[in-house]
């Protein structure tokens, strides 16, 4: 229905949402048993990343070799100490990996809509139809602003509720207490006649 192409925004100018995938490898020296400063810098910006905006699990392969081995026991033991969930860790080996190096990867998503500015003549208008530009900026900001773009395939799951704060509440309405915040005097505001 051309009509409603017209009036529908996001039928017009859709937001698109792709999954991404964000790599990092690492060279370790597994008789160190450690990493140079600037690549724990490197392996912290990843696992916040992952933390902020991650979905699925962080994967880690190294060289199926004893030292592989130990280098995927380290990584783990780092990630989990910088936040991550040790079941949220796959580790597995991989010959195509370079020798002496760990790869990271984990999947997020990105958001986008298309490129505004088809404009028409505006002056235009004997069908009293919106333009066909008419809500793409809006589309586009939307695609842009959202903090995790996943939200736009699936909604998250709700954090469990607080039942301490519930009941205090519950006995507060039942008692015909005020239940809600208290309000500073400087928000009150006088209306003259």
């Not at 009509?3 to 698109?16: E, F, Q, R, S």
């Not at 962080?58 to 910088?82: D, H, M, N, W, Y």
């Not at 208008?125 to 809006?138: K, R």
């Amino acid at each position: 229905d051309i009509g409603k192409l017209h009036y529908d925004a996001a039928v017009n100018h859709p937001i698109t949402v792709e999954p991404h995938t964000v790599a990092l490898a690492l060279p370790f020296a597994t008789n160190a048993n450690a990493l140079a400063p600037h690549d724990q810098g490197l392996l912290l910006r990843f696992a916040t990343q992952y933390l902020a905006a991650g979905h699925g699990a962080v994967s880690i392969a190294a060289q199926p070799t004893a030292a592989g081995q130990r280098q995927l026991q380290f990584f783990g033991r780092e990630l989990t100490k910088l936040g991550v969930a040790p079941q949220r860790i796959l580790v597995g080996t991989d010959a195509a990996v370079a020798r002496a190096h760990v790869e990271l990867r984990f999947t997020t998503y990105q958001a986008g809509a298309p490129h505004c500015g088809d404009w028409n003549d505006i002056s235009s208008t004997g069908s009293n139809l919106p333009m066909e530009n008419f809500g793409c900026a809006t589309q586009h900001n939307l695609a842009v602003m959202v903090a995790d773009p996943h939200d736009l395939i699936a909604p998250r799951k709700l954090g469990t509720a607080d039942a301490t704060e519930r009941s205090q509440m519950l006995q507060k309405y039942e008692a015909g207490q005020i239940t809600t915040s208290a309000q500073p005097p400087q928000s009150a505001a006088q209306i003259n006649d």
